[in-house]
């Protein structure tokens, strides 16, 4: 298995995830897709669109092994709710 470690701080992490969907993905998977996944590699910008967050990286792992991926639930705010 794999061991996969994060290459840059929770800030830039986050920075460069939302950058990326505001910027290059949200036009491209938005319409017809509300509540899926986008995993997206925030090195590359590539990013795989799934049902689950599970399948979305496993998906985008496949294509891009060293990849650092953030998750967006499309059309909401977080990814999981609690309560």
Avoid: C
């Amino acid at each position: 298995m794999t061991v996969r470690e994060p290459r840059y701080s929770k800030e830039e992490f986050a920075r460069r995830g939302e950058q990326l969907y505001e910027m290059r993905v949200r036009s491209q998977v938005e319409a017809g897709n509300r509540g899926k996944i986008v995993a997206i590699d925030i090195e590359t910008g590539a990013f795989e669109l799934a049902d689950t967050t599970v399948t979305a990286i496993d998906r985008l792992y496949r294509r891009y092994p060293n990849a650092q991926p953030w998750v967006v639930r499309i059309g909401h705010r977080t990814v999981y709710r609690f309560g």
